[in-house]
């Protein structure tokens, strides 16, 4: 292997996060697999070769691939009552953090920038921090400045759909084949409840009636984007009492015009944001809640389960961001030259890890197949940094990833973010407490490796750390553990 190849065994290793990976010295879903962690699985070949390397489209690729957003669409046509104004989309991002606003010159520079040191990185999205369709000038001059200098990114955009309409045969021309549309609510009478007022057409449209309009160009807009075969994600908002069980009509809604992708995503609500739920009291869902309608929704369009909310200038693996090392101050005044090696390099690594890691999902089945089919399904957390493996010190950890195991496999839950234990070498007894917060529910972590004190700390309220399986691939270890555990009939008579 040439010394520029970035290898993957030392992201196994845990030496480096995927994104942290420096560059090469040059300077440089059933319908199916989706949101799935299985790859390919019985996806068409047209529709995986657009997934594969997309780290939202593709639970899979996420453990890969990065993806960046660059803020060049400030302006927005509608408001959400989960949204000030003052910080990002919250469609598509946290609120409270704001971010740096760039012109569509400067958004290039920055991808270009990204992409001569982050080898993972494949897609480049719009998401903000207003609406992409309404700024459709911005967001079109910032596609056409970033493909001059670098041709083999995926563009990505997210909106609220309002001018969806007006812009589905440009979204062609631009090579655009991965479309989000948030659409909270398919009935105007809950859509008022969410938007106080749309902006159409020069005139304001308010309660009922705005939400009308703004429903019927969404379905408008999707039923545009299958026609044209663009991959359309569905983001809905979770407001519990407002539209939770109402999303489950959403998605029905949504596969039947042939939505590839639903992200149901939690309401972010806190008074210090400003928004009109957050001042209210307007509460967000609980994981447990969350997990519910996931499950509720099960069978229905295909659910993307690994999203991290992330910002509208957000850059790196998701669950990371890197977007502080390239601000407008840090970039380089002439965009750096494309170079493909590293990229291609990285590619060719993570083909065959994916290999790699399909026969070990595959050997992590064959066990489970043994185990007790009554056995209980169980939540695990996991520590990893990416690659698929559990590569991080429990120390480390800024959240944790959620699986689910039975007898039918290993699954990808979701994840839980919590501050990382460890400051500067030395546990932390508050953020210990923010950690068992994030764990409630669970009762096993699983880390590469973890101090005596926390493991003691864990063990008394409850939870299990196992370091046993370092480095290993998660559906690996996690199968292992519970073929042990429930493996035999009399085994399991004992364990809840
Ligand atoms: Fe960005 Fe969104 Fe494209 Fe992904 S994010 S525009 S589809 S490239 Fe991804 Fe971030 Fe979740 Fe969005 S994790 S908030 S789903
Ligand atoms: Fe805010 Fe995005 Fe809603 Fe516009 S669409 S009001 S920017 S959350």
């Not at 449209?205 to 994600?233: C, D, F, N, P, V």
């Not at 070990?360 to 940094?385: F, H, M, N, Q, Y």
Request: with cysteine; proline share 5%.
């Amino acid at each position: 292997m040439s010394s520029n190849v970035i290898s993957l065994s030392s992201i196994a290793r845990g030496r480096m996060a995927p994104a942290e990976a420096p560059a090469a010295p040059t300077g440089g879903c059933s319908s199916t697999s989706c949101g799935s962690d299985k790859g390919q699985g019985d996806m068409p070949a047209h529709i995986w070769d657009k997934v594969k390397d997309h780290p939202c489209y593709s639970e899979e690729a996420h453990h890969y691939f990065a993806r960046m957003h660059v803020a060049v669409a400030p302006a927005c046509n509608i408001q959400c009552n989960y949204c000030n104004r003052k910080y990002d989309c919250a469609n598509e991002s946290r609120p409270g953090v704001t971010s740096e606003k760039l012109s569509p010159e400067q958004a290039a520079r920055k991808v270009a920038a990204v992409a001569a040191r982050v080898p993972q990185l494949s897609v480049l999205g719009i998401a903000g921090p207003g609406d992409s369709m309404f700024d459709w000038r911005k967001t079109a001059a910032t596609f056409r400045e970033v493909s001059k200098l670098l041709p083999d990114l995926k563009y990505c955009i997210s909106t609220n759909g309002l001018a969806l309409p007006d812009h589905l045969d440009e979204l062609a021309e631009h090579n655009i084949d991965h479309v989000t549309i948030t659409i909270n609510m398919v009935d105007p009478e809950i859509g008022a409840l969410i938007y106080p007022w749309i902006y159409f057409k020069g005139k304001r449209y308010t309660g009922i009636e705005g939400a009308r309009i703004l429903h019927e160009r969404q379905m408008e807009g999707l039923e545009g984007l299958t026609s044209r075969g663009i991959l359309t994600k569905i983001n809905s908002v979770m407001i519990p009492g407002i539209n939770d069980q109402h999303l489950i009509e959403v998605n029905r809604e949504i596969k039947a015009r042939g939505a590839f992708l639903h992200n149901v995503m939690p309401l972010i609500s806190d008074a210090a944001h400003g928004t009109a739920f957050g001042l209210s009291g307007q509460r967000g869902p609980k994981p447990a809640e969350l997990k519910d309608l996931q499950d509720k929704l099960a069978g229905g369009a295909n659910l993307m389960r690994h999203c991290r909310q992330c910002r509208a200038d957000a850059v790196g693996m998701l669950g990371e961001d890197l977007s502080q090392d390239f601000t407008l101050d840090k970039l380089p005044e002439v965009a750096a030259v494309f170079d493909p090696e590293p990229r291609r390099l990285y590619r060719e690594v993570v083909e065959r890890e994916r290999a790699d890691r399909a026969k070990a999902v595959e050997g992590a089945e064959a066990e489970l197949a043994d185990t007790v089919a009554e056995a209980p399904a169980r939540l695990v957390a996991v520590c990893t940094k990416g690659g698929g493996r559990i590569n991080q010190h429990f120390g480390h950890a800024k959240e944790f990833q959620i699986f689910e195991v039975d007898a039918k496999g290993v699954r990808f839950s979701g994840h839980r973010k919590a501050d990382n234990y460890c400051v500067g070498g030395y546990g932390d007894d508050d953020k210990l407490d923010v950690v068992l917060a994030a764990l409630e529910g669970i009762d096993t972590v699983f880390v590469a490796k973890i101090g005596r004190c926390p493991k003691d700390d864990l063990k008394k309220a409850g939870i299990e750390a196992i370091d046993a399986y370092p480095f290993d691939y998660i559906e690996t270890a996690v199968a292992g553990w519970y073929a042990q555990r429930f493996g035999q009939v009399s085994e399991t008579a004992d364990i809840a």
